[in-house]
């Protein structure tokens, strides 16, 4: 008998008749003795209506309030789902985030979980109850509603199975595994069975959306067995995010190609070449929650340097906004920001022992006539800035490069 957290995305509880066939699904897991947690997302699409009725009502809401408003779709599916297995004949109980409580910091839209009291779930689990926990949120010290940011399920299941010590914690989403790259964008793309945290981790980052970062991070820090599969099909093993590379295996250079639409460039002309100038720029930026992902500093020549980041592009025109401030205030030479380029880039373990991985991913994007506005490498990725696009292009193109294509 183990003790599994089951996470199930907005797609695999959209309809009644779906959250009808989750149930049957944790059912067939209670039945073979296990202890059960469920963690189910908003129906889908349902956190974006959220959304749009606070925004209908004001451009900038109050996080607080939009936190209010942006849990509730997971308060309706944990409700829905604790019926549904009741239906199936199971003892079923809901909770909220903040009813059970999953105490996070008071980062209202992008709050972080501190600590979760298990003490209500074991004493239901002890008693033979399957538990549903809403995903997505919690509570602050002050009883506020908090958000964990979109996508934010995924770390509350795995917050989860941290703190129950769970067996495993499996993520129940509408595709049947980690792939390659985005089948949607390249047709070709497989399936691993296999992927460390590392590499998890850079291919989350980096914009494949199968997993929210935070709940890889999570799961890598706390040793958690994470296990990505489809809710769709009853067959599969899905991916297993391993913690340790499989020495004795060979491994493919890249193992796979992920990329970020989402990526906006801003860069600040001709500030003093001066220590401290970094944290001048990048400081306020900080300071209003607006996460930094690439960044260059050219040498400067007559004193002066241009400073390039990039952010996501929901955080673009504030990001610009505080820029300008600081340019202001440094007598810079002046702003410019591009919201149009997004972020390719090759992951792997394998690269650490395979050298020539930049030169040949530089040459594949030459060749197609692409031009790189930003690098940046880590000892498992390597990732390129480049026009939007050209994002499918590049893409399809280092896939097949790299041997990663179905056929090969
Ligand atoms: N419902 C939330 C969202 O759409 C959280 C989640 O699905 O993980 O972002
Ligand atoms: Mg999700």
Redesign the pocket.
């Known amino acids: 008998m183990a003790l599994i957290v089951q996470k199930f995305?907005?797609t695999s509880v959209a309809t009644v008749e779906r959250i009808k066939n989750v149930a049957q699904r944790v059912a067939r897991w209670k039945k073979q003795g296990h202890d059960i947690i469920v963690v189910p997302?908003?129906m889908s699409g349902?956190?974006?209506r959220l959304i749009g009725l606070a925004k209908d009502i004001s451009d900038s809401p109050d996080p607080r309030e939009l936190d209010v408003i942006?849990s509730t779709?997971?308060q309706v599916t944990v409700g829905l789902l604790a019926l549904a297995l009741q239906s199936e004949g199971l003892k079923a109980k809901s909770y909220t985030g903040a009813q059970v409580k999953v105490l996070t910091n008071s980062v209202f839209t992008k709050a972080r979980i501190l600590q979760i009291d298990d003490s209500k779930i074991r004493h239901d689990l002890t008693n033979g109850y399957v538990v549903v926990v809403a995903?997505?949120q919690g509570a602050d010290e002050e009883g506020n509603i908090t958000t964990l940011g979109?996508?934010?399920?995924?770390t509350s299941a795995v917050a989860l199975a941290a703190a129950l010590n769970a067996d495993e914690c499996q993520i129940y989403t509408d595709v049947d595994g980690v792939y390659t790259t985005d089948p949607r964008v390249v047709p070709e793309a497989r399936k691993l069975d296999t992927i460390t945290f590392e590499e998890m981790l850079e291919m989350a980052s980096l914009g494949s959306k199968v997993l929210?970062i935070r709940s890889v991070e999570f799961a890598g820090k706390y040793k958690v067995k994470l296990r990505v599969l489809s809710s769709f099909d009853d067959e599969g093993e899905g991916t297993l995010i391993t913690i340790e590379e499989d020495k004795n295996m060979e491994h493919p250079i890249i193992s796979g190609i992920a990329f970020n639409r989402d990526e906006a460039k801003l860069t600040i002309l001709g500030v003093p070449d001066l220590p401290g100038i970094a944290y001048k720029i990048l400081g306020p930026i900080a300071d209003a929650n607006i996460d930094v992902d690439m960044i260059i500093q050219n040498v400067g020549q007559d004193g002066t340097t241009d400073f390039s980041f990039t952010v996501n592009r929901a955080d673009y025109t504030a990001g610009l906004e505080i820029l300008k401030a600081t340019a202001t205030a440094m007598n810079a030479r002046g702003v410019v920001g591009d919201n149009k380029t997004c972020k390719v880039s090759g992951v792997g373990v394998g690269m650490r022992s395979h050298p020539g991985v930049a030169s040949k991913m530089f040459k594949v994007l030459a060749s197609e006539g692409i031009n790189i506005q930003m690098i940046s490498t880590s000892e498992i990725k390597i990732s390129v800035v480049i026009e939007e696009k050209y994002l499918e292009l590049a893409v399809r193109v280092l896939h097949k490069a790299f041997g990663l294509d179905k056929s090969e």
């Open positions: 995305g907005g997302s908003a349902e956190t974006n942006a779709g997971e995903g997505f979109r996508g934010g399920s995924d929210q």
